[in-house]
């Protein structure tokens, strides 16, 4: 049965991994016959002093949809933004998912003020994408099922698949956050291009902590470092096509849609393991996962897959193959069956 979908998220012009999934699953939704509706979050308390309007436009939203789909994180839109839209959800007998993606709730959710808790106890159903963040959210007692993002997969495949090998492309896709271990992973290019001279790093992304990031490279003296801000998101397949290995230091993820989106461009990742991270990159086979800050490991393993062309060409292949496993075609059936259950 097709029905009304209203997608509550960040849109555009705002970037990161929530408007990506927003935009994937709307795609995804629309394909196959529903209707969405784009309710836009905003970012943060962004707009406060708007908040009553925000929640008028909520009650326009949800009275003319099935399904409200709140896609929500860690921070404090929890209870300021996601609460709200799913009380009033609620008083209009609407069916509530709340599809959350908030990495630092595998160590912190217990901790959280109830407050904070009641979006996922009064949801429908809570959906996260790892086994991870389903088990931590489960200990509370909360409806919670696993449902990995959907990943437009194809948008990302190289028509030539011959690995860039020189000169070495090291990529860097995240947010410029204090969480997102950009300082780690300035310190460990700088130690890689001690060995592999004329290596390079693009930055695609901006943040908080931009300004200090860029003052590390200007402290450590290194060369080749390239910040692109921001990107948009359909020019990211070409940044990928330049690049070699893609490298992730955060402390906090849930699963990783721009690993997988590497993986789908035949770019092997490097990244610190945790989070729902093991659970999109095989270790050893699309890519090397490294005990969370490991430095020295870190820069080993770059350097053997760089100076390695065999190394580089199996893992490229390997992860390409893997990254067809989040393609929307086979994701979405997880949703029509939900959303089959919830009716």
């Given at each position: ?14 970037t990161g991994g929530m408007t990506t999934l927003a935009n994937y699953l709307s795609n995804s939704f629309k394909k196959n016959g529903h209707q969405v509706i784009h309710q836009h ?100 007692n909360i409806n919670v099922i696993k449902i990995p993002h959907m990943v437009e997969v194809g948008n990302f495949k190289k028509i030539n698949k011959t690995v860039k090998i020189n ?177």
């Open positions: 049965m097709k029905r009304i979908i209203a997608i509550f998220a960040p849109f555009a012009p705002i979050l905003g970012s943060g308390f962004n707009g406060i002093f708007l908040f009553p309007l925000l929640y008028f436009q909520f009650i326009k939203v949800i009275k003319k949809s099935d399904i409200i789909h709140i896609i929500s994180a860690s921070g404090n839109a929890l209870w300021a933004k996601d609460l709200p839209a799913i009380c009033i959800s609620k008083y209009y007998k609407k069916k509530v998912i709340l599809n959350f993606v908030g990495g630092r709730a595998i160590e912190d959710f217990s901790a959280w003020p109830f407050y904070k808790r009641l979006p996922f106890y009064l949801s429908d159903i809570v959906v996260v994408p790892s086994e991870v963040l389903k088990k931590a959210i489960k200990r509370n000169p070495p492309v090291l990529l860097i896709a995240k947010g410029i956050e204090k969480y997102s271990g950009h300082e780690k992973l300035i310190e460990i290019f700088s130690k890689i291009k001690e060995e592999i001279k004329n290596a390079e790093l693009l930055i695609a992304g901006s943040g908080s902590r931009e300004k200090d990031i860029k003052a590390k490279v200007e402290e450590l003296k290194v060369e080749n470092v390239t910040f692109l801000g921001n990107v948009d998101h359909n020019k990211m397949p070409k940044i990928m096509e330049k690049s070699t290995i893609l490298i992730h230091a955060s402390k906090y993820e849930s699963f990783g849609i721009s690993l997988v989106e590497s993986m789908a461009s035949s770019i092997p990742v490097i990244a610190f393991n945790i989070g729902g991270i093991p659970e999109v990159v095989i270790d050893q086979k699309t890519g090397f996962l490294i005990p969370y800050n490991d430095k020295q490991l870190f820069i080993n393993k770059a350097i053997e897959i760089l100076n390695n062309p065999i190394i580089l060409s199996k893992m490229s292949g390997e992860a390409e193959k893997h990254s067809q496993i989040f393609s929307p075609d086979l994701i979405y059936n997880l949703w029509n069956d939900l959303h089959k259950k919830l009716f």
